[in-house]
């Protein structure tokens, strides 16, 4: 079972970290990643981190914004958000690949992004960004 924590409400231009921890469930050589539902929309990868080799994968919306990262023993994914924009807004989920024993550059490309891939999923967290 993955967890979401971090979540909330912030003006644009601050910065939110997103935290997500793991019970029952080994992350060790799953893929991992975050993506985001906006209302009305579509959920979407926002970033993907191969757990063997550290590749990482961003949006072009998010590149050089967010980061994505291995977390400290009590949170196995972070996702630090900085700069955030209005359009950032929305329900924020971690999520880990179905099949583990993914690593290096094809765990962050291809059909390892798609929504499909992944077999894993927190509840979700808010994030709400004003102007």
């Known amino acids: 079972q993955l967890k979401e924590h971090g979540g909330g409400s912030v003006k644009s231009g601050n910065s939110l970290t997103l935290s997500c921890s793991a019970s029952g469930f080994d992350v060790n050589e799953h893929g991992m990643g975050w993506f985001r539902q906006a209302p009305g929309k579509e959920r979407e990868l926002v970033a993907a981190l191969s757990w063997v080799g550290g590749n990482t994968y961003y949006a072009d919306s998010v590149r050089g914004r967010f980061t994505i990262s291995k977390g400290a023993p009590e949170f196995v994914l972070v996702l630090q958000m900085n700069s955030l924009k209005p359009e950032d807004t929305g329900v924020y989920y971690c999520?880990?690949?179905?099949?583990?024993?993914?690593?290096?550059?094809?765990?962050?490309?291809?059909?390892?992004?798609?929504?499909?891939?992944?077999?894993?999923w927190g509840q979700g967290t808010q994030v709400t960004v004003s102007s």
């Open positions: 999520a880990a690949h179905e099949r583990p024993y993914c690593s290096g550059a094809p765990c962050t490309s291809g059909g390892n992004l798609k929504k499909e891939a992944f077999g894993f």
